[in-house]
């Protein structure tokens, strides 16, 4: 059997599996707006930004979101926690943007993954993520190792997290590259392989009331040269802004 498709199995029996026996434990729902904004490291792409809603449901181990989509955690330990989760993902970028990126189709996907973390010390976490795709649109895996300090600054809460994804040549081929259907004259036909690229974020959260709080999110990923040389790439930094208000029922 493919890993991809183990991967998902996996994923998925954990999640469905369980789900009936949390009906009755202590559920929370909440809800809530979330702005994104970001700047997109493709040719002629203008930076991007929206408003959408988000939503999200825990029962016990089980959570359903659209960032981690249906998740389960299957081992929580004094300091090893693991989960696997199936998770819908953007398009990275849309054809219509950019006469750079004109016939060039890519659509939303989804993700299967196990992912595992490990308390090195109070506040410090590393954390580790396999992920595989198992729509059949590209067939690629994704490797996520990262470390994770929170840190309280004036009695406010802030994360700040360094790592590294690694993505496979199928990957990182849907993502920067360029098939030979899609080659035309100014855009020649281009594959990257494997594809590594570090990261650094920062992550806070306030709370307004006992039901209500903002919560706010900074991302720079930076990308390698053999992504940066593709023929519709033309930025180095990917960077992104996530502000967003919860209301917990």
Do not use: C, H
């Amino acid at each position: 059997m493919k890993i991809k498709r183990l991967i998902g199995l996996v994923a998925l029996n954990l999640t469905f599996s369980v789900s009936a026996s949390y009906a009755d434990e202590k559920s929370k729902f909440s809800v809530g707006l979330t702005y994104v904004g970001a700047a997109s490291v493709y040719k002629n792409v203008n930076n991007v930004s929206a408003v959408m809603p988000s939503i999200s449901y825990e029962s016990g181990n089980l959570s359903i979101s659209y960032q981690e989509g249906l998740a389960y955690q299957f081992f929580d330990g004094e300091k090893v926690k693991m989960s696997a989760s199936v998770a819908p993902r953007n398009r990275p970028y849309n054809s219509s943007r950019s006469s750079d990126l004109t016939g060039m189709t890519r659509e939303l996907y989804y993700d299967g993954a196990l992912k595992a973390s490990y308390e090195i010390s109070r506040g410090l976490n590393a954390k580790f993520k396999f992920a595989t795709e198992v729509t059949d649109k590209f067939s690629g895996n994704l490797a996520d190792i990262s470390l994770s300090q929170f840190i309280p600054i004036l009695g406010q809460p802030v994360i700040f997290q360094g790592g590294a994804k690694w993505y496979d040549s199928n990957r990182a081929n849907y993502l920067y590259g360029v098939k030979a259907s899609e080659a035309t004259v100014a855009r020649v036909q281009y594959a990257p392989g494997s594809v590594t690229t570090p990261y650094v974020s920062i992550s806070t959260f306030y709370s307004l009331t006992k039901k209500t709080s903002l919560f706010a999110n900074v991302n720079s990923s930076f990308l390698p040269s053999n992504a940066v040389d593709s023929p519709i790439v033309e930025g180095k930094n990917s960077f992104y802004t996530v502000l967003g208000i919860n209301y917990n029922f």
